[in-house]
């Protein structure tokens, strides 16, 4: 694989760490020995409805919650103190709320060394359900919807605790996502309330499953959900991007091509397969709530879902089991899912900021400038182009960290979608910015 800007990674800056090991080294450490044990112990709580049993040491979300707060202290003893633990929590009412509940969200926070503000977060839900959304008692083992989802939370918190990344990582372990996304509203609330500038939020629902209802058994792709123009795009925005361009090139969107691209390049036998959609249709998840405060968000989750364990009475019906036991997740397949999450976010946090301020010029000419706002701490840029209907950013040019434009010549504007993306002196680069509002971070 071609390195990134040799010549230039001889100069560093000066506060750069090159510590960091190859991406593929810190995947490796992700266990399934440690995947399985989350997910036994979530399971072991017998219900993590939103609205079951708080008190109680041993069944119901509160002593879920405590557990997951003791993982991450935890974790957090084994790397000095590095995560910073904490329970940001609303009361809710609504539809799926009859009485007033504390929807409490716990989350470790992993300061950044050099860019504290910009944060790359992931999340999983903690909560489960049965066939009955409102039923707070009977067994919902959630193994895969979605402790499995917080096992990922878990063991990247595990894994890339024992690294220092430029930006700030955010672990987080969700509830009240099956009653209407209130942890996904508390967390992105927090996170303004702390004034981050959220890069990504990773959401991670449903990610241990390989046999599809299809029929088909599938552990090597993944789907990764993206909005095509922002939730908070404003009308003038709209029309803007109607005209010139911009539909399919969301931040979230980008986030998920930046996703396909470290796995092609860093993964084995993990195929990331975007699909520009915000979710599934007509379903959702707690990525919409990050989207809705105006963050960049993804939504992970397995290739072939099977409907019979999710949101199910545990019971036998015409032979059929239903019911989110643990004997229903694949390891293996987890294990890889959360690698990906790993690399995304140690890729992410590692490079420096998605440039600001980018934008194009060249409208009758046959040439195309790319100009952007320089970004602290890059040791260069790439300026990139692609066909209008290709999904993957495909053509680019490397650019010195003083430049903040560059002349393409012969490229007509016209026939080409660009963006910019920025370089950290040890070869990371930051997800690929497209130019104007639709597109910018
Ligand atoms: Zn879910």
């Not at 504390?102 to 470790?108: H, T």
């Not at 803007?240 to 860093?266: C, K, M, T, W």
């Not at 084995?268 to 709530?289: A, H, I, P, S």
């Not at 290739?303 to 059929?320: C, F, I, K, P, S």
């Amino acid at each position: 694989m071609k390195h990134f800007l040799p010549a230039l990674a001889l100069a560093l800056a000066p506060g750069w760490a090159l510590a960091l090991p190859p991406l593929e080294d810190i995947a490796a450490q992700v266990s399934e020995a440690e995947l399985h044990g989350t997910i036994t112990r979530l399971v072991g709580f017998g219900t993590r409805h939103t609205l079951s049993d708080t008190a109680s040491e041993t069944r119901g979300i509160g002593a879920a919650r405590r557990w997951v707060q003791s993982r991450f202290h935890a974790i957090s003893r084994d790397c000095g103190g590095c995560l910073q633990v904490a329970t940001p929590s609303q009361v809710f009412s609504g539809p799926r709320i009859p009485n007033p509940t504390e929807v409490m969200d716990v989350v470790a926070i992993q300061r950044g060394s050099e860019d504290p503000n910009r944060v790359v977060v992931i999340t999983g839900h903690l909560d489960s359900r049965v066939s009955d959304v409102m039923d707070a008692t009977s067994d919902a083992p959630g193994a895969n919807d979605d402790a499995s989802g917080v096992a990922a939370v878990i063991e990247a918190a595990r894994v890339l605790s024992k690294q220092k990344f430029r930006a700030t990582l955010v672990f987080a372990a969700l509830s009240g996502e099956e009653q209407g996304l209130y942890g996904g509203k508390v967390l992105a609330e927090y996170a303004k309330a702390q004034g981050w500038q959220v890069e990504a939020n990773l959401n991670n629902d449903i990610i241990g499953n390989s046999h599809g209802a299809d029929g088909v058994h599938d552990n090597s792709t993944v789907r990764v959900f993206s909005e095509g123009t922002k939730a908070t795009e404003t009308p003038q925005q709209a029309n803007r991007r109607r005209y010139n361009g911009g539909e399919v090139d969301s931040p979230s969107r980008n986030i998920a091509r930046f996703i396909e691209r470290l796995a092609q390049r860093h993964l084995t036998n993990l195929k990331v397969q975007m699909v520009y959609r915000t979710d599934r249709y007509g379903r959702g998840g707690d990525q919409v709530e990050f989207l809705n405060a105006g963050f960049p968000a993804v939504r992970i989750t397995e290739a072939h879902e099977d409907y019979t364990r999710q949101h199910q009475d545990l019971r036998t019906e015409n032979g059929v089991r239903y019911g989110d036991t643990i004997d229903g997740v694949d390891f293996t397949y987890l294990a890889q899912m959360t690698r990906l999450n790993v690399i995304a976010m140690a890729g992410m946090a590692q490079a420096p900021a998605p440039p600001k301020g980018v934008a194009i010029e060249g409208a009758v000419t046959p040439h195309t400038t790319v100009k952007w706002q320089a970004v602290p701490g890059a040791a260069g840029y790439r300026v990139w182009w692609r066909g209008t209907t290709e999904p993957q950013w495909r053509n680019s040019r490397e650019v010195p960290a003083n430049a903040t434009q560059v002349q393409l010549r012969n490229v007509v504007i016209d026939d080409w979608f660009f963006g910019v993306s920025a370089v950290s002196p040890d070869g990371f680069e930051s997800p690929v910015v497209f130019p104007g509002d639709a597109g910018s971070f």
